[in-house]
């Protein structure tokens, strides 16, 4: 692939690249694969002792085992991966979504070996990344936020007199928390003391970071989500929004495009505040700015994501553009393909996660071998996966096996168009248990289906189950 040239290293270098480390696994690490391929891009490709059957593994001209089935000795170790990028010879790395996707050192190191990260600079992806400077950034920005703490909080009693002052509820939450982690939702000033004590050492166990801050908690808002890409020539575009209400535990089950219910004129200047904080980041590549939108209509920034991320492919399929192919050639040098004009989403597309876990038992994970798997077809129907027939689903790591995801002219013939594809999809395995029957009840709920759903409703609906 020939692209303009640079200083080499790293996203803000824009370096020609030849070939690219997928620092990945599962799906994703066969989506990029697949991206290189058609730009004629060598792809050499990581892999743990788990993930040696994997059919990801297929799509890459190189392989290199990095470690045993542990993420922290594998996926999640620095040192092995950096050694398998310099020992192949890449020009690139690129780290796909969660493990090392936001770590600016790891981005650092990159940088430091002469390759490209795909992905914005390391000092945008450190700002971002702790959730108390994109705040600030977004202040500063002229963003609306939720009422909250000016930054981190280590005394309890200075904490609990901003949590008093907001009024309940409200959310700690850990400065340097991702995927719904590292939050505890407080609705009675007598439990505060606790939860801020558990959170801060949930926070501190799992992130290596114990700083958190308080804000106030929405109970039934809508989640939604603007698909930013920049480039190194000025570029700031949004590719319009996803909503991502559908959750439990804050982590996403069902996320569509555009956001049904919700005035265009609101979305827009979502759209809007996104570019700008974009814009003040000095953001570049693909990255997602978060929202929460109140049920008055007014919206907040929460997060900022310096990543693919896991729903990218609705955006793909109202706009038809390949975001993962505009990351490889942003981190190249080119510009963003569509710059200056403009982009016209069209149809609605929803994007159906299948984990392999249990609803029935708090969607505890039901990680063995798939005995069969028989994936839906038919028009207008994607499925990215790494699933496959004797495919091992591991302990060890994220328990999302396939995303189906639609698009149809509207969004009544989306939900019918998803309702038929996940009744075709046949997952078995000893002992597994997936997600597919629980979205089915989802698309039939009353409020989805009227477009009045929340961040509450699975909350919801699993209360009233027996």
Not at 111 to 129: Q, R
Not at 446 to 454: C, N, Q, W, Y
């Amino acid at each position: 692939m020939n692209a303009p040239g640079g200083s080499s290293g790293g996203s803000s270098g824009g370096s020609t690249i030849s070939s690219v480390l997928i620092a990945n696994r599962g799906e994703i690490a066969l989506r990029i694969a697949r991206a290189c391929r058609e730009l004629g891009i060598r792809t050499v490709m990581v892999y743990s002792t788990a993930d040696r059957d994997s059919p990801a593994l297929r799509l890459a001209d190189q392989l290199v085992q990095i470690g045993p089935a542990a993420a922290k000795r594998s996926y999640l170790y620095p040192p092995a991966i950096i050694e398998a990028a310099l020992s192949t010879g890449v020009d690139a790395v690129h780290p796909g979504y969660g493990f090392l996707s936001e770590d600016a050192d790891f981005a650092e190191m990159c940088e430091a070996e002469g390759m490209t990260f795909i992905g914005p600079p390391p000092p945008v992806i450190a700002s971002l990344g702790d959730k108390t400077q994109a705040r600030n950034l977004a202040i500063g920005a002229g963003l609306p936020v939720l009422p909250g703490s000016a930054g981190t909080l280590s005394n309890g009693q200075a904490a609990k007199d901003v949590a008093d002052g907001i009024g309940y509820p409200v959310i700690i939450k850990a400065a340097a928390g991702g995927g719904g982690r590292g939050m505890a939702v407080v609705r009675d000033p007598r439990d505060f003391a606790k939860a801020f004590a558990e959170t801060r050492a949930s926070a501190q166990a799992v992130f290596g970071d114990g700083r958190v801050f308080v804000e106030k908690y929405v109970d039934t808002a809508r989640h939604v989500e603007v698909q930013v890409l920049a480039d190194l020539h000025g570029n700031v575009v949004s590719l319009g929004e996803r909503d991502c209400s559908v959750q439990r535990r804050r982590q996403k089950l069902i996320e569509e495009s555009p956001a049904p219910g919700i005035p265009a004129e609101l979305t827009a200047r979502i759209g809007e505040a996104a570019v700008a904080c974009a814009r003040a980041a000095g953001y570049v590549g693909a990255g997602t700015f978060e929202f929460l939108v109140d049920a008055e209509g007014g919206f907040f920034f929460i997060e900022a994501n310096c990543r693919i991320q896991v729903e990218h492919p609705v955006t793909e399929m109202v706009t038809g553009i390949d975001l993962v192919r505009e990351q490889l050639l942003i981190a190249s040098g080119r510009p963003v393909s569509f710059a200056g004009e403009g982009v016209v989403p069209r149809g609605v597309s929803i994007e159906c996660r299948v984990n392999t876990e249990d609803p029935a038992r708090g969607f505890l994970p039901t990680p063995g071998r798939v005995e069969e798997f028989v994936p839906p077809g038919g028009p207008f129907t994607r499925v990215d996966t790494h699933g496959a027939n004797g495919v091992s689903v591991s302990a060890d790591y994220d328990s999302l096996l396939a995303k189906v995801i639609v698009w149809a002219p509207d969004r009544e013939q989306a939900i019918v168009r998803m309702e038929r594809a996940l009744s075709e999809f046949v997952i078995t395995g000893r002992g597994m248990c997936t997600t597919i029957g629980f979205l089915q009840e989802v698309l039939a709920h009353p409020l989805f289906r009227e477009a009045k759903h929340h961040t509450s409703l699975v909350d919801e609906m699993i209360s009233l189950r027996p």
